[in-house]
């Protein structure tokens, strides 16, 4: 997908081509009501159908809840696709290829060290089968199947220097190699060492299925246990989760993530059938990752270790995953060691078992905390109920934050004040796009707007509008449509969403376009609607003349200053007459 060439052109002949009844329909039931489709939207718990989709104009809106947008934005609701992936499943399904743009230098060089690590991979898989070695053995010794071995693409780093250096510095150079990770240089004299030896490789892939680094478990007791990939170009641990590009399909169509921590944990899971496993990578989790998730799914249950230190990673990895959105609940592995035991000893309907009683987040921690609370002092319950305020204070929603204030107070026998006032001012906002409230036009706007969309404007009203009256995003809106509009000509309403660059932009056009008809007595006071607006304009017009007059008055320039309070005079007169 990096590499179409998504233009705005492209991106009007996908639209132009996709039905979006179809989509939508493979979704939720859809019934022709009129000129448009209407069924119960996918998005929030309706019994009477307020979800409207329009053929002719590619739209799609709820009523309801207020969800609305194209075909592009309905994928990315409902399969966690961002802009690209849907343009290309759109043109996928309707048979049109998308053109590839010209890679630069940089990505040229970013492609010559994935062809590095891809023949690495090779390399070590070659080297785990020859003869009888000592990954082979580990692996016989964890019950590792030969097929899970070649799906997962094992290998063996051999206990020499210089093994990849020879198997690939000749073709590749060893700066290369180093690049990537692989090789490392010499302290003392020239040359370059392998940095991976007696090691059982694992590659580790991108969510494209790409390989860009390795995780090397250690075969002779040395430390680190596992040694991954160092940064570079194509390896970025913190925004990388391990199993992804096999997982995110089966994470978007069932809309839940399971989150381990190593590698064996989410391969004995993927393996075993179940859907949606990814790993940490055995370190703390990232907001990178977490938003990574949030991309493909809004819930993720964790299923670390379990003993102390794995349940202790949990409740800190919690806290990342709700500050990205995400609805967030733990796995008791019952006095299981990790997932993997589990599945090795009791099989994959245990681990099943086990997954179905997973609790909310807030109902582990108080678990943890809280399981024995009449023993516990005034001061130990005071330090107790300050484990959960990370946990409160990345919680968005302000209903579900004060329901979980309200169960630890409850747990600890506390009133819910004392606990809400450790939160008070510590509660996170939002600053993830996605979830920043959007701005809306007020009633007036929609009302003149809809009006003129469907044709009902006298051509005196119609002369009266001016962008500078409308806010963001409903002047952007206007001023896209607005020689359509003064010229009565029909709006191409897939063209107007192609010159649209925001959410809240695309928003307002499928709710102001698949809006019902505007009746007679609505239309008759019109007037009382634009007024409202001509005011505002002015009112924020004088605002704005003042300041430019203190401006000028600094400035020492008389003549725009005398300009200034001309306008000002006349934006005054303006104002009387229309109180």
């Given amino acids: 997908m990096a590499f179409s060439d998504l233009n705005d052109n492209v991106i009007a002949q996908v639209r132009q081509a996709a039905d979006i009844v179809d989509f939508v329909g493979q979704v939720t039931p859809l019934k022709l009501a009129g000129k448009s489709y209407k069924g119960l939207c996918p998005f929030h718990r309706e019994?009477?159908?307020?979800?409207?989709?329009?053929?002719?104009?590619?739209?799609?809106?709820?009523?309801?809840?207020?969800?609305?947008?194209?075909v592009f934005k309905f994928l990315s609701m409902t399969e966690r696709f961002n802009f690209p992936e849907a343009v290309e499943y759109v043109a996928a399904r309707v048979g049109i290829e998308l053109p590839k743009?010209?890679?630069t230098a940089k990505e040229n060089d970013k492609e010559d060290l994935l062809e590095v690590l891809d023949e690495a991979s090779e390399a070590f898989h070659q080297a785990l089968g020859w003869g009888d070695n000592v990954a082979k053995r580990y692996l016989d010794e964890r019950g590792v199947a030969h097929d899970i071995v070649t799906k997962y693409g094992f290998g063996y780093a051999p206990d020499s220097w210089d093994y990849i250096l020879t198997r690939l510095s000749r073709k590749h150079g060893e700066k290369k190699l180093e690049s990537v990770g692989l090789a490392m240089p010499r302290k003392t004299g020239n040359g370059f060492y392998d940095r991976f030896r007696n090691?059982?490789?694992?590659?580790?892939?991108?969510?494209?299925?790409?390989?860009v680094g390795f995780g090397g478990r250690s075969l002779d007791g040395s430390d680190p246990k596992y040694l991954n990939s160092p940064e570079s170009d194509v390896f970025n641990?913190?925004?990388?989760?391990?199993?992804?590009?096999?997982?995110?399909?089966?994470?978007r169509r069932k809309d839940r993530a399971i989150l381990v921590e190593g590698y064996f944990d989410a391969i004995a899971i993927d393996h075993a059938g179940v859907p949606g496993v990814v790993a940490s990578m055995g370190t703390s989790l990232t907001s990178g990752q977490a938003s990574l998730l949030r991309r493909f799914t809004t819930n993720v249950v964790i299923a670390y270790d379990g003993d102390n230190a794995g349940r202790n990673a949990t409740l800190r990895a919690a806290p990342v995953l709700l500050a990205a959105g995400l609805n967030v609940s733990a796995l008791d592995l019952r006095g299981e060691k990790d997932p993997?035991?589990?599945?090795?000893?009791?099989?994959?309907?245990r681990f099943l078992e086990l997954l179905s009683n997973a609790t909310d987040i807030f109902e582990f921690g108080l678990g943890e905390w809280a399981g024995d609370v009449a023993k516990l002092t005034g001061r130990e319950k005071s330090e107790r109920v300050e484990h959960f305020i990370p946990l409160l204070s990345a919680v968005s929603d302000p209903v579900v934050r004060n329901d979980a204030a309200q169960r630890i107070a409850d747990a600890f026998r506390l009133e819910f004040q004392t606990v809400w006032?450790?939160?008070?001012?510590?509660?996170?906002?939002?600053?993830?796009?996605?979830?920043?409230?959007?701005?809306?036009?007020?009633?007036?706007?929609?009302?003149?707007?809809?009006?003129?969309?469907?044709g009902k404007l006298t051509a005196p009203d119609l002369a009266r509008l001016r962008e500078e009256y409308f806010?963001?995003?409903?002047?952007?809106?206007?001023?896209?449509?607005?020689?359509?509009?003064?010229?009565?000509?029909?709006i191409?309403?897939?063209?107007?969403?192609?010159?649209?660059?925001?959410?809240?932009?695309?928003n307002l056009l499928s709710e102001l376009s698949l809006s019902e008809d505007i009746d007679d007595q609505t239309l008759q006071r019109i007037d009382e609607n634009l007024r409202p607006m001509e005011r505002a304009y002015l009112e924020r017009r004088n605002l704005e003349i003042q300041r430019d007059i203190a401006e000028a008055q600094r400035q020492g320039d008389g003549n725009r200053e005398d300009e200034l309070v001309a306008e000002k005079m006349r934006i005054s007169r303006m104002l009387n007459e229309a109180k």
Avoid: W
């Fill in 47 to 70: 019994k009477t159908p307020s979800f409207t989709v329009d053929r002719g104009k590619g739209l799609f809106h709820c009523f309801g809840c207020g969800a609305g947008g194209d």
């Fill in 101 to 103: 743009k010209k890679r």
């Fill in 199 to 211: 090691r059982l490789m694992i590659p580790i892939h991108n969510e494209s299925g790409t390989i």
């Fill in 237 to 251: 641990k913190s925004r990388l989760l391990y199993n992804l590009h096999r997982s995110k399909d089966a994470m």
């Fill in 340 to 349: 993997d035991t589990v599945v090795q000893k009791f099989g994959v309907d």
């Fill in 421 to 454: 006032s450790r939160v008070r001012g510590k509660a996170s906002t939002p600053t993830d796009r996605e979830r920043q409230p959007l701005g809306q036009p007020g009633s007036a706007e929609k009302t003149i707007l809809i009006a003129a969309i469907q």
């Fill in 471 to 490: 806010e963001e995003p409903g002047k952007a809106l206007f001023s896209i449509m607005k020689d359509a509009l003064m010229s009565g000509a029909p």
């Fill in 492 to 506: 191409d309403f897939q063209q107007v969403a192609t010159h649209l660059r925001g959410e809240a932009e695309l």
